[in-house]
């Protein structure tokens, strides 16, 4: 889908898109009942971090996230 993850060995993403702004991914998603993080914040404020979920949500938020881009 385009966007640039950072290297995690954690349970979640971190992420951002060259042609959409976080801040408007965090806002569609949220309309879509899907709950992501967005840090308003120096240097991470163009970055979402998603967390891994249940195969279930995920395909909700993939679904989602090819409807917006």
Known sequence: LGF???P???NFLFVTH???KAADIF???REQGIFIRYFKLPRIDN???ITVGTD???DKL???LRAYL
């Open 27 to 29: 806002a569609y998603l």
């Open 18 to 20: 060259p042609q959409k």
């Open 4 to 6: 640039t993850v950072l």
């Open 62 to 64: 993939i679904d989602a």
């Open 56 to 58: 279930e949500q995920m």
């Open 8 to 10: 995690s060995l954690t």
């Open 47 to 49: 970055h979402v971090r």
